[in-house]
């Protein structure tokens, strides 16, 4: 199955501006990587993939609509899935912040 291409732009506009920013197909999704590492992604259910700081996930996970990233019947650390029915013109942008906010404190691949 194919990316959600509506996500997908909508996460481009999103990031219109940022430097570091590009795009590659993981997961089934497509991938938006700040200086390569990876921060969000347009999964091809619809739902939002975000990269967080571990030390965060719990009350992320508060938040509605928010799960854990689960990859072969396990919780991904450090990621999190967040549902399409949240994913507004307000709330978007804040989780790309998150995830933005995580993969630059990475170092630069």
Known sequence: MAYDEEL?????????????????????GLAFML??????????????MVRIDPARAEALLAQEGVEPMIMKGRPLKGWLLVDR???????LPRWVE???SYAESLPVK
């Open 8 to 28: 997908a732009e909508r996460l481009r506009a999103t990031l219109d501006g940022q430097d570091g920013i590009s795009e590659k197909r993981m997961f089934g």
């Open 35 to 48: 200086h390569g590492n990876m921060a969000v992604c347009a999964g091809s259910a619809g739902a939002l």
């Open 85 to 91: 029915t949240v994913l507004d013109d307000e709330s």
């Open 98 to 100: 998150e995830g933005l």
